[in-house]
């Protein structure tokens, strides 16, 4: 028996502050992706208030209008019954993060700050955010009042965190961390997650698509998995162009890809995929490995690494 599932991810051409056109992309991009039968919608880093802020970071009102967005995102009837994972600067202890927030049906799942920043080259993200530096930990984090009224929460869970859902689990890595010597899909993959997404503000280099194409296969090809990638396209109001390129991946191969310089301003890709080729070729090639780091783990992921969404089923019809 096969068990399919059908994701979504994208690439937006969202601009720096410009908070009404980008919630209109993303909640477009979220239609899209329903239409197509697609239970998760990821989308690219920053996706709210754009990803080249800059010193506007600092200012409260971009944080501010990012959970305005938020808010309209979960009271929308376009997010009914998918997973949305989108892209958000947030405060938690004074302290501003580059987030995930992962919703579902008006509630919020779980909010994951960026662990390894960015800071290399034309990035200079240490200079308004601090990575989350406490592996595989998390803390409440206390919803502002604009979001609690909407959703009925009081906190959710903030830090190194994955999603479990009735029938899989997915885990969020953010644009650099795939670049990383220590991406977190290594130990996400080993504790037997089985979705890895990754939202990405990665600018246009000269054969750098060719890059990202390669570390998405090697991130999947070593434990297996399936690996959404979602990129900017446009200019954002920085200097830099951010050239597209979404992709989905299943154990080493690319399965979908879209366009590299395309004008539309919202382009979704979809693939249906079955979590059984994942769970054979784990079984096949990785078996011995995982089944001892699982065990290790398993009482750190009681200890609340997991946010639940069992009363959903990602699994299609189909
Ligand atoms: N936003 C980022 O984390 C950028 C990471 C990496 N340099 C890239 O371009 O993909």
Excluded at 22 to 28: D, V
Excluded at 41 to 64: N, Q, V
Excluded at 227 to 255: F, K, P, Q, S
Aim: proline share 3%.
């Amino acid at each position: 028996m096969g068990r399919k599932v059908t994701l979504s991810t994208c690439s937006l051409n969202q601009w720096t502050l410009d908070f009404d056109g980008n919630l209109e992309r993303i909640l477009k991009s979220i239609e899209i992706a329903k239409a197509h039968g697609a239970k998760y919608r990821l989308g690219p880093e920053l996706e709210i208030c754009g990803y080249g802020c800059a010193d506007h970071f600092y200012e409260s009102d971009t944080l501010l209008h990012s959970f305005q967005v938020l808010r309209k995102l979960l009271e929308s009837p376009i997010t009914q019954d998918i997973i949305c994972d989108v892209g958000m600067p947030i405060m938690h202890r004074n302290v501003r993060y580059n987030c995930r927030v992962l919703f579902l049906n008006g509630k919020i799942l779980l909010i994951r700050p960026k662990m390894q920043l960015a800071n290399y080259g034309i990035n200079r993200e240490m200079r308004w955010f601090s990575p989350w530096k406490q592996s595989r930990q998390v803390e409440e984090y206390f919803l502002p009042q604009i979001i609690q009224e909407v959703t009925g929460q009081d906190t959710v869970p903030f830090g190194d965190c994955v999603l479990s859902t009735r029938d899989t689990c997915i885990g969020t890595e953010m644009c650099a961390e795939l670049w990383n010597p220590r991406s977190p899909h290594v130990q996400m993959g080993l504790d037997g997650v089985e979705i890895f997404t990754n939202s990405s503000a990665s600018h246009h280099e000269l054969r750098k698509a060719d890059q990202r194409v390669n570390l998405v296969k090697s991130a999947t090809i070593k434990s297996g998995g399936i690996y959404l990638y979602a990129n900017l396209r446009g200019c954002d109001g920085d200097r830099v162009y951010y050239d597209g390129c979404a992709m989905l991946a299943i154990n080493g191969d690319i399965v979908a890809q879209g366009a590299q310089f395309s004008l539309n301003e919202v382009e979704v890709i979809t693939a249906t995929l079955d979590l059984d080729d994942v769970r054979n070729y784990r079984g096949e090639r990785c078996q011995p490995n995982m089944v001892r780091q699982h065990r290790s783990n398993r009482s750190a992921v009681r200890g609340c690494l997991v946010a639940f969404c069992f009363a959903f089923t990602i699994f299609s019809a189909h």
